[in-house]
């Protein structure tokens, strides 16, 4: 069986040809980040415009690269939200015009449930198991009880995690996607050079908050850095341990309240290598297997629309769209 996969939502056009829900054919990503990075974050408007000159080329490079015909698909796997929704519009609109011109059924993906199942691109992992779902947006962990069961958690209260690395790249002067940017700089530096504040919340909760740590790290840049003399490189580690901390420590605490012992981390944050360092160490000393999708497939990609796509039009062969009824939705839960 073959899958369109097809991804808008935020700043990259995406489209990928998945066979059989797990041999990759294609998988092509046009990033904006050259449109957004002067502006310090993505513009919507800017996103939705580069996501139409570029969806019908995007498409056409997957198709030729996987050497199949867009005659050849059996199904269209497209984001339907989280997301913006101009950006989302593109995609959907695009995917329900080529459903209702060749006849391919269409299913509508949530972009998290998209990274929740991005690892089944390369390894099947038995149920149930536990997912930190961490990215530009989101900061969610989940129960995976099975395709299509998926119970929350904990969550951000405030920032996502993925927002603070790229608010405090911003602080230490770089462009968006800050990330990457804090994951290199923080190679050169001492992370036990400064302590910055942890937010566990209340006793045993597995919510999140990180809007502290970057208005901590924001206060350190403006008033002690240069009395101190830090460098940019030990503020990055620095702000990256405490990141990388808590979100380890509430892993474990997850599998504890849980009592499993299988964990996946995926989203963009997912493709930072301290985070998959601490992760892999913590769940080993705990006796739990922990996995992390290529970084390719932790950052927005179709690949893993087509595979969210795939799984749920196999499992629910009712999810096939009602082409007139279906729409995007900016704020979709999962
Ligand atoms: O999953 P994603 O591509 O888009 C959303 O769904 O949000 O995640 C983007 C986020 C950005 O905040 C970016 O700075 C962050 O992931 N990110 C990283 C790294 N690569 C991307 N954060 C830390 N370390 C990285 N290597
Ligand atoms: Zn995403």
Known sequence: MLVLGLET?????????????????????????????????????????SHIDQVHKVIRCALESAQVKLRDIDLLAVTVGPGLIGSLLVGLNTAK???????????????????????????????????????????????VNNFGQYQLLGRTRDDAAGESFDKVAKM????????????????????KAHKFPRAYLEKASLDFSFSGLKTSVKNYIDKLQSSNGLSDGDIAAAFQEAVVEVLSKKIIMACEQEGLSRVVVTGGVASNGA?????????????????????????DNAAMIACAGYQKYKNFPASKADLLNMDATASLLL
């Open 275 to 299: 985070l998959r360092k601490a992760v892999a160490s913590v769940c080993s000393d705990s006796g739990y297997e922990s996995w992390f999708p290529d970084p390719v497939f932790c950052t």
């Open 172 to 191: 230490l002067g770089h462009k968006y996607p800050g990330g990457p940017k804090i994951e290199k700089m923080a190679v050169e530096g001492n992370a």
């Open 97 to 143: 015009g080529i459903s209702y011109g060749l006849g391919t059924p269409l299913v509508g993906v949530n972009h998290l449930e998209g990274h929740l199942l991005a690892i089944f691109l390369q390894k099947q992992i038995e149920f149930p198991f536990i997912a930190l779902v961490v990215s530009g947006g989101h900061t969610d962990l989940y129960r």
């Open 9 to 49: 939502s935020c700043d990259d056009t995406a489209a990928a040809v998945l066979q059989d829900g797990n041999k990759l054919l294609s998988n092509i990503i046009n990033d904006q980040s050259n449109i957004h990075s002067k502006y310090g974050g993505i513009v919507p408007e800017l996103a939705g415009r």
